[in-house]
């Protein structure tokens, strides 16, 4: 029965006199169609992808992808605990794609031929998977920095720094977010505690230390985005770090903006200066 036909008969039955509790059953029965977006009917295909294409929708060529994926020594399939199952290469290209700004899930699926939910329960699952095992690199890639940190130091200096000890950059990142409900249930006002009254938006803050190779070796957060900077700092445990491996910092320091202040391990500028 149509969605017409139960309303002309619900308006009959009114007409005859005949219960409410009839016209009411009729009534539930009626649920209009939700639209939906059209997944299309595709399977992604690696062998259809360029280099200068893979390139632009995902930061690398196909090598480059497929020598990730070798690297990160994925399972065959990736079985989310949804129970959405993908080939391990098909799942990293998701994520890169997803990664690569801006891009939506909505236009994801024109590519992929999954829904919304499938790509982003992938999207999370891979993150998750990628996290754990990589969670100590991802805090401070030290190895790197360990055969770099001299190297570093020198090209700061050439360019111009007066001391020749600097190998990174330290700053905060403010993300931003869309609103939230301002409250969680707990009497919390989320809006206020994510709202950075500096920057005048919603965000979540994380901090990184950046070398003069474009490398990001240090990635810390994410934290509300009222967070002072120096609220990172404490609160990543960043010094207490840097104290435990002095064999690699040594005499070595960052250098950050004046909020940061001066330390052991931290350089900063003063205001007024040019």
Known sequence: MTADEIL???ALLEDTGCS????????????PLVERPVVPNIR????????????????????GILQLVSLFELPEWVTTKHRDCVHKTEALFILLHRLSYPKRLADMHKTFGRSEGALSRIVLHMVEVLFDRYEES???????????????????????APMANIF????????AIYRPSPCAGSNENLQRQVYSGHKRVHCLNCQCITTPDGLALHFWGLIEGRRHDVTLLRESKLLNYFEQNQDIFGGYAVYG??????SRYIVSGFRGAN
């Not at 992604?44 to 090598?63: G, L, Y």
């Not at 990174?168 to 403010?174: E, H, M, P, Y």
């Open 20 to 31: 409410d509790a009839m016209v009411l059953m009729l009534e539930a029965l009626y649920r």
């Open 44 to 63: 992604f295909c690696i062998t259809a992808t360029t280099d200068v294409d893979a390139e632009f929708d995902f930061r690398f060529d196909v090598a």
């Open 138 to 160: 991802i805090y401070f890639h030290k190895h790197i920095l360990q055969s770099r940190i001299a190297i570093y130091a020198d090209a700061i200096n050439q360019k111009g």
């Open 257 to 262: 903006d004046p909020a940061y202040g001066i």
């Open 8 to 10: 002309l008969l619900c």
């Open 168 to 175: 990174g950059f330290i700053d905060g990142t403010k993300n």
